[in-house]
């Protein structure tokens, strides 16, 4: 299984968006609180590090995301449902 590592926004959000097994890894600047923000909101805070922390890689192979969990947690809804639900509304 591949392991994704960021150390960006942008790739955290790539990750979540494909459902890829990714670890995130970055520098403690103290620009990172977005970063941060997301992670913890969709339940990844066991994934992200700072250069300087010691990583289990093993763990991290041996362990998929549980995207079904993280989706729940970002509240995001299929495409399907939102439509059903927001034009059954409209009359």
């Keep these: 299984m591949d392991v994704y590592i960021t150390d960006s926004f942008h790739g ?11 670890v995130v890894i970055t520098v403690d600047n103290g620009r990172n609180s977005r970063m941060k923000d997301l992670m913890d909101k969709v339940g990844l805070s066991d ?13 991290l192979l041996n362990t998929p995301i549980d995207y079904v969990s993280v989706y729940k947690n970002l509240g995001r809804e299929s495409s399907w449902e939102f439509l059903r639900k927001n034009l059954n509304s409209v009359r």
């Design 12 to 22: 955290v959000a790539f990750c979540l968006i494909y459902k890829k097994n990714f």
């Design 47 to 59: 994934r992200f590090f700072h250069g300087s922390d010691n990583i289990d890689f093993g763990m």
